[in-house]
């Protein structure tokens, strides 16, 4: 069974579009994250999520919003698509006191 | 504030030979460290951790990594690498969040 599961795995879309990943968890870990990754590879954090409530924001687009029906699952919706935003987006959990980080396999997401 | 350096953004080594990646971390307490690997088109995979105890840890894939602490550095290790080994390779600290290095490039030649 796959711990931390994000679809789809790769999205292509036009600028100005509206479009969601989503993640889920079955480890029953408390906290969730969305990360970044450049074309660098550089990761960057963009919000946390702990059980249910964003506890973690970082300096990001109002045009990302994170949603957490429930503790199990943290979506990303991004409106108004930009060129900028083509990345690899990671979703991840973390077991209590942030003792291991599971990752998803990523969502690379092109736009065109 | 806390933060990871990864001085060597790319390192290419021959199958067979020694690896040592370098990381230094920048944090207030006692930190939780992490070495992650990525395979291309994959997410992160935790290679080993370092939370107290033995400074030398041992990892996934026959790695292990060291903590000194008066060096504020936790350095990958590996004694034979294999081709399988390229990838990109992350530092991190854990306290309030993770905090990831830049990542090291490794490529492998025969």
């Known amino acids: 069974d796959t711990a931390v599961s994000q679809t789809p795995k790769y999205l292509v879309t036009q600028m100005g579009n509206d479009k969601s990943i989503k993640c889920e968890q079955n480890?029953?870990?408390?906290?969730m994250y969305w990360y970044k990754q450049d074309s660098k590879k550089f990761l960057k954090i963009m919000f946390s999520y702990n059980n249910k409530e964003l506890i973690i924001n970082e300096t990001v687009p109002n045009r990302f919003s994170p949603k957490s029906p429930d503790k199990a699952h943290l979506n990303l919706h991004i409106n108004s698509l930009e060129l900028g935003d083509s990345a690899v987006y990671f979703c991840a959990s973390s077991s209590r006191g942030n003792e291991k980080l599971f990752f998803g396999s990523g969502t690379q997401l092109s736009v065109l | 504030a806390q933060s990871v350096t990864q001085p060597d953004i790319h390192i290419t080594v021959s199958e067979g030979a020694s690896l040592e990646l370098r990381c230094n971390y920048s944090?207030?307490?006692?930190?939780?460290l992490f070495w992650y690997v990525q395979s291309p088109g994959q997410g992160l995979q935790l290679l080993l951790k370092?939370?107290?105890?033995?400074?030398l840890v041992q990892g996934i894939k026959g790695f292990e990594a060291e903590f000194k602490r008066s060096q504020s550095s936790f350095n990958l290790r590996k004694p034979s690498v294999h081709w399988s080994d390229a990838a990109e390779y992350f530092c991190a600290v854990s306290g309030n969040q993770f905090y990831f290095g830049t990542g090291t490039s490794l490529t492998v030649i025969p």
């Open positions: 944090y207030g307490a006692t930190p939780y």
């Open positions: 480890l029953g870990h408390d906290t």
């Open positions: 370092y939370f107290s105890g033995d400074t």
